[in-house]
Nanobody
Framework: QLRLVESGGGLVQPGGSLRLSCAAS????????IAWFRQIPGKAREGVSCISHTDGRKTYADSVKGRFTISRDNAENTVYLQMDDVKPDDAAEYFC???????????????WGQGTQVAVST
């Protein structure tokens, strides 16, 4: 079974940093576009960032541009989301997903992880 596993979530203070990881089981991440989404209870899943597997292009939501960085480590079969200058509005459960391209609709992604929680508090 194809699987993604997120890790790295936790409690961070405003202005702090976290690095989320998305590791693949039973498939090779570099053959897929990988996206990060986030969701808070009662709201729709929001796209945060995506990295293409064809040209390496990276896209970001306006709310995280200049603060978050997505990257791949193909040797580790892992995609990262570096979160810097974290704000209270970044608190959510973060999910990674694999797909053919960087779709804007979450339902177009084929494989999802179980999520990792990010909390922001002083």
């Amino acid at each position: 079974q194809l699987r993604l596993v997120e890790s790295g979530g936790g409690l961070v203070q405003p202005g702090g940093s976290l690095r989320l990881s998305c590791a693949a089981s039973r498939f090779i991440l570099e053959n897929y576009a990988i996206a990060w989404f986030r969701q808070i209870p009662g709201k729709a899943r929001e796209g945060v960032s995506c990295i293409s597997h064809t040209d390496g292009r990276k896209t970001y939501a306006d709310s995280v541009k200049g603060r978050f960085t997505i990257s791949r480590d193909n040797a580790e079969n892992t995609v990262y989301l570096q979160m810097d200058d974290v704000k209270p509005d970044d608190a959510a459960e973060y999910f990674c997903a694999a797909g053919g391209i960087c779709y804007t609709n979450p339902s177009d992604f084929l494989v999802w992880g179980q999520g990792t929680q990010v909390a922001v508090s002083t």
